[in-house]
């Protein structure tokens, strides 16, 4: 794994310095922070590296307007490293994190991040979540070498950072169905050592749901530890599958089309959690799809599904790249025959499946309110329309079999669709 030391504990800040020195010795350390982060851990941060004797430079983003994980924030950090061979500290959660991740990569340099919430499991992934032209995607980069959290600091953190990576964490339960699905088609088979990486922390964190919610200390560092894991997975793996399904899909979309709540970006997690709730739902309406009257034959043409995919993207280059993804897993004729009698032959194992990974809709449902986190489209200034339109651009933009693919090689997709009007 890239990542070689982590520390998780109460007064970790503290170790900052002596952390660094370990790991990359008396190397000169770019701060990267925002307004936000310098206040939550800043001073703490500079004092420990500066005793460690690191000689320190900064650049510090604007906290309003918030940073952006895209070319433009990565040109930025990826210009003051180059200025001298300093080592960065991001001090910040998942977009400072993605852009420094990116920019250290780009010079091949290791990097150190410290944390200031418990909001998302990218902290310790492999590749960094940026906006490219527009496109949402995921950039190949190195995870950090070295990943330090103040448990003390991750208690202080804004309820609704903590609430969304309380979401992010829950997406783990959707995105493992979706994986137990691609392996029963054997598209992508499951490595246990990697899925348990993933999916014991993450049930220790549902039982600790309550404990999360009063914010109780140990609690928030299993969450952390949970996060931090499945970015282990991902960096074992070098691919987001065992963290990742249709629930970020749908957040990919929302994400390209800058979707926003009082004049703010809605955070990753907080679209993740209703993408998570919104393919919970989807994975009981299987349930009640009747196999028998699912007909082997016909399906879309090719023709007319590069048409809806260039009428969804507006942007021509975003449209021109969901066309070659599209295409990739587009099948059509016998190929798609022959999908459908696989689909069907393992639907009575899968719909077992759905109950012995997926906690209850209703239960699963009270945990996010519980925790703060989003449940329906309009909680994050979205609507049933607007639900409806992501999860159809979600199962176009990437090549990863989900639930959503299962649902369109069936022909009720738009079944799917309708159904959300009950979640």
Known sequence: ????????????????????????????????????????????????????????????????????ADEYAIQIVHETLKQDNSIAVVLGSGTLNDITKRASSELDRPYMVVATAPSVDG?????????????????????????????KVLCKAPTDMTASGFGDCMAKFTAGMDWILADLLGVHPIR???????????????????????????AIGILFDALSASGFAMQIMHDSRPASGAEHLISHVWEMEHLSKDGLPVSHGFKVAVGTMTIRYLYD???????????????????????????????PKVAEQTVVIAKKKFLEGEALSKRRETLLSIFPTLIKRIDEQLPPY??????????????????????????????????????????????????IFDQALESLQLM
């Not at 902290?123 to 959290?149: D, E, H, M, N, R």
């Not at 246990?192 to 749901?209: C, E, G, N, S």
């Not at 007909?295 to 993207?313: C, H, M, N, P, T």
């Open 123 to 151: 902290y310790t992934s492999y590749g960094a979540a940026v906006s490219i032209g527009g496109f949402k995607q995921t950039l190949p980069c190195a995870a950090p070498l070295v990943v330090l959290a103040d448990t």
């Open 192 to 218: 246990k050592d990697v899925w348990d990486m993933v999916q014991t922390p993450l049930r220790k964190v549902y039982k600790k749901r309550s404990s999360i919610a009063r914010r109780e200390a140990s």
């Open 285 to 315: 309406q299987l349930k009640m799809v009747d196999i028998n009257s699912i007909s082997l034959i016909g399906g879309e043409s090719w023709a007319d599904r590069e048409r809806a995919v260039r009428s969804f993207f507006k942007d």
């Open 362 to 411: 209703a239960e699963l449902k009270e945990a996010m309110r519980m925790n703060g986190a989003p449940v329906s489209p309009e909680d994050i200034a979205s609507n049933l329309e607007g639900l409806r339109h992501a999860v159809t651009g979600a199962q176009m933009i990437r090549d990863r079999y989900t639930v959503l693919d299962l649902f369109y090689e069936l022909g």
């Open 1 to 68: 794994m890239d990542t070689k030391i982590s520390v998780v504990e109460n007064g970790a800040l503290k170790r900052v310095g002596k952390v660094f020195a370990e790991a990359f010795g008396q190397t000169p350390a770019l701060l990267v922070a925002d307004g936000n982060t310098l206040k939550a851990g800043g001073f703490e941060t500079l004092r420990s590296l500066k005793e460690a004797g690191i000689v320190v430079r900064q650049y510090i983003f604007p906290s309003n307007p918030q940073p952006y």
